[in-house]
């Protein structure tokens, strides 16, 4: 059971000294009166009082009910039960007034806040004491989602390769092959990387870590791993609240598509192959973004027998294997951008490519990897996108 401290004009035991039953005429009730008690000239530094102090600080210390406890929850107290407590039985009146003045003086300050840590995606965990605000983000999505999270001036620098927001491009550029020298000369606090990145260059943030720089690999494979790599980035930033409402909105956001998707009759959903990487013929891992862009969009996705690499949302599938369900291919859809540069007319001109339907019926279309790969809040507009491309007569 906590120990408590009395309160004046209760009858809950007797204070040293004290004047009537249950009065408690000198407890200290305010912080003025904890300050007159401590600058008492008549509480002389002596051994007692030095035990007196420790033994308060012990109190404190042993106390799991948080440091208001001692303050808000007032009865079943006695200084019977303290003498008892502590082995104070030789202590003056004096020195146990100064033991509940301290008491009382730590129950007035807050306490600190609690550590709280984060596991990126190698496993490491990663101690937050407090919000990091000198960032630099090695990885585009990153820089995305802290601006998201209103952290613009924590953001000091960023990959070569920004484009939204457009203040991104504001900012220094930096690549995971700069020296250990170039990333420290800017003073960050945290650099947010991927786990490939991780794998890649393990010395240089080794390097770094023992110059005192946290480094974060993070990198989510579907949406709901999103979330909480989101989540990540509020408690890494201070920004839980906003993480959340990115959440919100995001979740918001799919009850919409979702019902324009169901007005559609599945009987008119088409089948589709969604291509990741056009020389070699691959698709996305079921369950990765894209397929839940595509999905989520009206489409069905016909490579739903395809087996992820390690480690990536990119699925090899192979010619042989596309062309035995090109009958099924009502639109051919892929990705372009730094992973995929592809055109419509490499995919019309390709390998036995007029075996396939959605080639022969001209529905062959791209779309910009931005909106369906990367774990930010425009995966809405990825929907939105394929949507279109998918049900034009209903989007009409």
């Not at 390998?351 to 809405?380: G, H, Q, W």
Request: aromatic share 6%.
């Amino acid at each position: 059971m906590p120990l408590h401290p009395p309160v004046a004009g209760t009858d809950m035991g007797r204070w040293p000294g004290a004047s009537g039953p249950g009065l408690l005429p000198d407890a200290p009730t305010s912080s003025m009166d904890i300050r007159h008690t401590l600058s008492d000239p008549a509480i002389a530094l002596t051994p007692e009082t030095i035990r007196a102090v420790f033994c308060a600080r012990a109190i404190v210390g042993r106390m799991a009910f948080g440091p208001m406890t001692i303050a808000s929850e007032t009865k079943d107290f006695n200084m019977t039960r303290l003498r008892t407590t502590l082995s104070l039985h030789s202590l003056s009146p004096l020195a146990l007034r100064l033991i509940l003045a301290l008491l009382m003086v730590m129950t007035l300050l807050p306490g600190p806040a609690p550590a709280q840590s984060v596991r990126d995606d190698t496993g490491r965990v990663i101690g937050v004491s407090a919000p990091f605000t000198r960032i630099i983000s090695l990885y585009s999505a990153h820089t995305e989602n802290l601006f998201q999270l209103g952290l613009d001036d924590a953001i000091i620098g960023v990959t070569e390769h920004e484009d939204f927001p457009s203040t991104a491009l504001e900012k220094p550029a930096f690549t995971a092959r700069d020296s250990v020298d170039k990333l420290l000369a800017a003073r960050p606090d945290l650099i947010l990387i991927r786990p490939m990145q991780q794998a890649d260059q393990p010395d240089l943030w080794a390097a770094l870590e023992r110059h005192g720089v946290t480094v974060a690999a993070l990198q989510p494979d579907t949406v709901s791993e999103m979330y909480d790599y989101w989540r990540t980035l509020g408690t890494l930033t201070g920004r839980e609240v906003q993480a959340e409402e990115m959440v919100g909105r995001f979740k918001d956001g799919l009850v919409l598509a979702r019902q324009r998707m169901e007005s559609i009759d599945p009987a008119r959903r088409p089948g589709v192959f969604f291509e990741s990487i056009h020389r070699r013929f691959a698709t996305f891992a079921p369950g990765s973004m894209p397929i839940f862009v595509l999905e989520t969009a009206g489409g069905r996705n016909v490579a739903a027998d395809a087996a992820s690499r390690e480690g990536t949302n990119i699925a090899d599938y192979g010619l042989e294997r596309m062309l035995a369900k090109s009958s099924q291919i009502d639109v051919y859809l892929t990705q372009y951008g730094a992973m995929n540069s592809v055109t419509v007319r490499d995919i019309a001109t390709g390998p036995a490519a007029s075996r396939i339907k959605a080639v022969r019926d001209r529905n062959v279309f791209l779309v910009d990897e931005r909106l369906v790969s990367r774990p930010t809040m425009r995966l809405l507009r990825g929907i939105e996108t394929v949507h279109t491309l998918l049900h034009p007569t209903a989007w009409n």
